[in-house]
């Protein structure tokens, strides 16, 4: 079963720094893009940052402060958050593209995690 699974999460007072992660797995060769949303209570999903080879992009209102790392060999994603905001609560979603597994090598758009719930407070 190809799925993405998000871990780590939690509370943080403002000013802290969390790190989410994110893996997919099953019968895949690996993952074209990674995204992470982000759901605020009341507002709509909202991109975050996003990763397809070389090139990672950030939502304006995170740069300088979140990183996404990933490990190819692991089918893994990071997403290291510094200097939270209260205002940055919400449930964080990890997406993923993937790449099927041989022969076809084929593209299997638009896996979404479960979500994990990020609180920062005040």
């Known amino acids: 079963q190809v799925q993405v699974v998000e871990s780590g999460g939690g509370l943080v007072q403002a000013g802290g720094s969390l790190s989410l992660s994110c893996a997919a797995s099953?019968?895949?060769?690996?993952?074209?893009?990674w995204r992470w949303y982000r759901q605020a209570p009341g507002k709509q999903r909202e991109l975050v940052a996003s990763?397809?080879?070389?090139?990672?992009d950030y939502a304006d209102s995170v740069k300088g402060r979140f990183t996404l790392s990933k490990d190819n060999a692991k089918n893994t994603m990071t997403l290291q958050m510094a200097s939270l905001k209260p205002e940055e609560t919400g449930v964080y979603y990890c997406?993923?593209?993937?790449?099927?597994?041989?022969?076809?090598?084929?593209?299997?758009?638009?896996?979404w995690g479960q979500g994990t719930q990020v609180t920062v407070s005040s």
């Open positions: 990763n397809h080879g070389r090139a990672t």
């Open positions: 099953g019968n895949i060769f690996g993952v074209n893009t």
């Open positions: 997406n993923a593209d993937l790449i099927g597994a041989p022969p076809k090598f084929d593209v299997l758009y638009d896996y």
